[in-house]
């Protein structure tokens, strides 16, 4: 299931990884992660920078952006199970402004288990191929977060 979100009433900002992700947090804590496109905020020390495009997180490492004040403006952020090969080369020339962004059960990282696209602290779109985990992401944030698909339908 995919899901959009575009305020909440329910956290504070959901362009905060510790705010979007904590209902589905526990589940996630043994995945690499993959990050690319990003525009960001923050004033903790991270292991993301602007001196590359693309980063390969472990799970601590990872937990260290999660735990941290960062906002994602923009970007987009793939769980994938470990040690998963992946074509850096492609994944690096992703762009969250992809149509494909919008299309459902689509994701621009192959194997993604999980991914969010962050868009201009406007939208968050988070796709889900595991059904329990989408089922708890929706009922923690209950109509707050849309159907991508029916969202994409009225606009």
Same mark, same amino acid.
């Given at each position: 299931?995919?899901?959009?979100?575009? !305020?909440?009433?329910?956290?504070?900002?959901?362009?905060?990884?510790?705010?979007?992700?904590?209902?589905?947090?526990?589940?996630?804590?043994?995945?690499?992660?993959?990050?690319?496109?990003?525009?960001?905020?923050?004033?903790?020390?991270?292991?993301?920078?602007?001196? =590359?495009?693309?980063?390969?997180?472990?799970?601590? =490492?990872?937990?260290?952006?999660?735990?941290?004040?960062? =906002?994602?403006?923009?970007?987009?952020?793939?769980?994938?199970?470990?040690?998963?090969?992946?074509?850096?080369?492609?994944?690096?020339?992703?762009?969250?402004?992809?149509?494909?962004?919008?299309?459902?059960?689509?994701?621009?990282?192959?194997?993604?288990?999980?991914?969010?696209?962050?868009?201009?602290?406007?939208?968050?779109?988070?796709?889900?191929?595991?059904?329990?985990? !989408?089922?708890?992401?929706?009922?923690?944030?209950?109509? =707050?977060?849309?159907?991508?698909?029916?969202?994409?339908?009225?606009?």
């Amino acid at each position: 299931m995919n899901w959009i979100i575009r !305020s909440t009433k329910i956290v504070k900002l959901h362009t905060n990884l510790n705010e979007i992700l904590r209902p589905v947090w526990e589940d996630l804590k043994e995945y690499d992660w993959i990050l690319t496109d990003l525009d960001f905020i923050s004033d903790d020390t991270i292991p993301i920078h602007f001196d =590359q495009d693309t980063f390969i997180l472990n799970t601590k =490492q990872f937990e260290i952006l999660f735990n941290s004040r960062t =906002q994602i403006i923009w970007g987009i952020i793939s769980a994938v199970p470990k040690n998963t090969e992946l074509n850096l080369n492609l994944i690096s020339k992703l762009s969250a402004e992809d149509m494909a962004v919008w299309e459902n059960d689509k994701f621009l990282i192959e194997k993604s288990y999980l991914e969010i696209i962050a868009f201009d602290s406007s939208y968050t779109i988070i796709k889900f191929t595991d059904g329990k985990l !989408s089922s708890k992401f929706k009922e923690y944030f209950k109509d =707050q977060a849309l159907e991508l698909e029916k969202y994409i339908s009225k606009n």
